[in-house]
């Protein structure tokens, strides 16, 4: 098993940046994929972006271009690094591992973005 912990959600104005962490209990060679999930108020849950052990990316289409998903195998620690946000960005972020066919999800972290 996983354990995942988020940090640095916060409130921001738009046009703002944040980045968020995720720290693994162990070592994120192991885990097949990482990736960040958001879910706002009334919404499904949804992929923001995601990266492989291998170091492979897959973005949503709304953040292509202002978000980064890049990790840290020394830290054992995955982040996003998010620019231009938009008041829609607004939610809870989630940070997800897929490691042998199995899903663990972090607690979450609230960001919230004004106009």
């Known amino acids: 098993q996983v354990q995942l912990v988020e940090s640095g959600g916060g409130l921001v104005q738009a046009g703002g940046s944040l980045r968020l962490s995720c720290a693994a209990s162990?070592?994120?060679?192991?885990?097949?994929?990482m990736g960040w999930y958001r879910q706002a108020s009334a919404k499904q849950r949804e992929l923001v972006a995601s990266i492989s052990n291998e170091g492979r990316t897959n973005y949503a289409d709304i953040v292509k271009g202002r978000f980064t998903i890049f990790r840290d195998n020394a830290k054992n620690t995955v982040y996003l690094q998010m620019n231009a946000l938009k008041p829609e960005d607004t939610a809870n972020y989630y940070c997800h591992a897929l490691m042998n066919f199995a899903n663990y999800w972090g607690q979450g972290t609230p960001v919230t973005v004004s106009s």
């Open positions: 162990q070592s994120i060679f192991r885990i097949q994929v």
